[in-house]
């Protein structure tokens, strides 16, 4: 097991369960939150889960909305199988736009960072998917393969700075269910609990002390 050597703490970390964000997927978290504020909605988590001593480390590559990717016609597995296929589908976490006090908010979770070319091809799709929704299908079709290169090219700061101009919201994401590869209850708990602090903290970073 490696744990990832870039990262940012956000909030109080203790416990035996550690949660590590990706930071592109962080920010997917936020753009469906911001788009779809009013709605509940699913997505799915992509990734790792290593056991160590008495510790249990969640390791999150990758996310997709389950609503979105089911009126693209494919499932978890299919999106797995073309954008996350080195990792495990370890878990859901159920969106809400509701602004709310949540318990142990103020539980932290980790940030890091990785060049994740999975997600960052990923989020290439969702933003091809946002633009068909703009213009024909003629000038969809238009876009060159050179083009999205670009994308793939910019540097981190650059990419991040433009989807969290696009995304940028202030509502809370509650974790309120997942269903992991685990074949261990109170392990699958655990993971739930510590997640859903990490997921409501990731709304307001300048809320935590």
Same mark, same amino acid.
């Given at each position: 097991m490696q744990l990832p050597t870039?990262?940012?703490?956000?909030?109080?970390?203790?416990?035996?369960?550690?949660?590590?964000? #990706?930071?592109?997927?962080?920010?997917?978290?936020?753009?469906?939150k911001a788009e779809k504020s009013?709605?509940?909605l699913r997505a799915a988590l992509?990734?790792?889960?290593?056991?160590? #001593?008495?510790?249990?480390?969640?390791?999150?590559?990758?996310?997709?909305?389950?609503?979105?990717?089911?009126?693209?016609?494919?499932?978890?597995?299919?999106?797995?199988?073309?954008?996350f296929e080195e990792y495990e589908l370890i878990g859901y976490v159920n969106i809400y736009g509701n602004k709310q006090e949540l318990p142990g908010k103020k539980e932290g979770y980790y940030i890091f960072y990785d060049?994740?070319?999975?997600?960052?091809n990923y989020l290439l799709f969702c933003y091809k998917q946002r633009n068909k929704k703009r213009?024909?299908?003629?000038?969809?079709?238009?876009i060159k393969e050179n083009d999205l290169g670009f994308f793939r090219t910019t540097s981190r700061a650059s990419?991040?700075?433009f989807i969290k101009r696009l995304i940028y919201g202030g509502c809370i994401i509650i974790l309120s269910i997942a269903v992991t590869t685990i074949n261990d209850y109170k392990?699958?708990?655990g993971f739930v609990e510590e997640a859903g602090?990490?997921?409501?903290?990731?709304w307001g970073e300048e809320q935590l002390p």
């Open positions: 870039m990262v940012k703490q956000m909030g109080r970390v203790d416990g035996n369960e550690r949660v590590y964000i #990706e930071d592109y997927v962080y920010a997917y978290l936020n753009e469906l009013n709605l509940p992509f990734g790792h889960v290593y056991h160590r #001593e008495n510790q249990n480390f969640y390791l999150v590559f990758g996310a997709a909305s389950v609503v979105d990717e089911l009126a693209n016609g494919r499932g978890e597995e299919q999106v797995r199988k073309e954008y060049k994740n070319e999975s997600m960052q213009v024909n299908k003629s000038e969809v079709n238009d990419l991040i700075d392990k699958m708990h602090r990490a997921a409501a903290a990731a």
